[in-house]
């Protein structure tokens, strides 16, 4: 099973950004699939964006489409998530996961691998 460490978290003002990055350890990070979700307090958690084993495919939630981009480097076995245009409402901690098999991948039960997570502040 692949491990998952995510690290970049931080607090930030409106309207700047923060790259946060998934290091990937125990298997081929190649294998699979990655998503990204994040959980705000008293809410579940929630999907913001996910990308295909190869980086061919890449998928983002609606809220955050245009400033969120999500990315991959299978060589430095790192997954990577670029925030920009931050707003107080992406306050959360944020969460990277894989799974091997593609399936529902909006879903937090599409992922068998999950990081610790790391936090994201975004003050007004």
């Known amino acids: 099973q692949v491990q998952l460490a995510e690290s970049g978290g931080g607090l930030v003002q409106a309207g700047g950004s923060l790259r946060l990055s998934c290091a990937a350890s125990?298997?081929?990070?190649?294998?699979?699939?990655m998503g990204w979700f994040r959980q705000a307090p008293g809410k579940e958690r929630e999907f913001v964006a996910a990308?295909?084993?190869?980086?061919?495919?890449?998928f983002q939630a609606d809220s955050v489409k245009g400033r969120f981009t999500i990315s991959r480097d299978n060589a430095k076995n790192t997954g990577n998530l670029q925030m920009n245009s931050l707003k107080p409402e992406d306050t959360a901690v944020y969460y990277c996961?894989?799974?091997?098999?593609?399936?529902?991948?909006?879903?937090?039960?599409?992922?068998?691998?999950w990081g610790q997570g790391t936090q994201v502040t975004v003050s007004s």
């Open positions: 990308i295909t084993s190869n980086g061919g495919r890449t």
């Open positions: 125990g298997r081929p990070f190649s294998n699979y699939h």
């Open positions: 996961a894989a799974n091997q098999f593609w399936s529902d991948y909006t879903n937090v039960h599409g992922y068998s691998t």
